[in-house]
């Protein structure tokens, strides 16, 4: 029953969790950029945890794509997203990962773990004007500065809790 950790990251939330995680089991494990997937033999593998960063409210796409490929894994999901935890955003971006974690594969559980968004990103969304979707708003500003400390060490900690429980013997 070998674990794989595939993630995915832009700005290094993700793959931060995730290497959090892979130190924390005592499995027979392997962690992977998604970049590098064509490198692994899937079929070694029949728990795969997702690192998945959250793009436009789901999974981001090189994540899709990957779970759309794969069929019956025990699948378990670690996603990160800028939205506040207690949101409908994040409800339904939990949803939306579960949803496509089940398709063609065994999911297991997930886990969301708030993370920052880069400055490339807000300095791209500060220029945005007035009435644009994700245009500098003083809640979305304060958002950005909330999320600006996490993934902190607090995060870091419960996503190793969550998957020890889940995979460790
Ligand atoms: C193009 C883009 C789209 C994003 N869309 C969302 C979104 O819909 N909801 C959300 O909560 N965060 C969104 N974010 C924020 C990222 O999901 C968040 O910063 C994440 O932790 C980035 O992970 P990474 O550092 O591993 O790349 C978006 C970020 C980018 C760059």
Redesign the pocket.
Known sequence: MRTLIVYS???????AVCERIYSALNVDKKIIDIKNIAEVNLDEFKNIIIGF?????TMDKDSIKLIKELKDKKIYFLG????RPESQ?WKD?YENAKKLCSETNDFIDGLLIW????QA?MDMMMKFPKGHPHAPTPERIARWKDASTHPDENDFRNAEEFFKKLLND
Do not use: E, F, Q, R
């Open positions: 990251t832009i700005s290094g939330n993700t793959k960063w959250c793009d436009k409210g990160t997203l800028g939205a955003h971006v993370g920052k968004i880069s990103m």
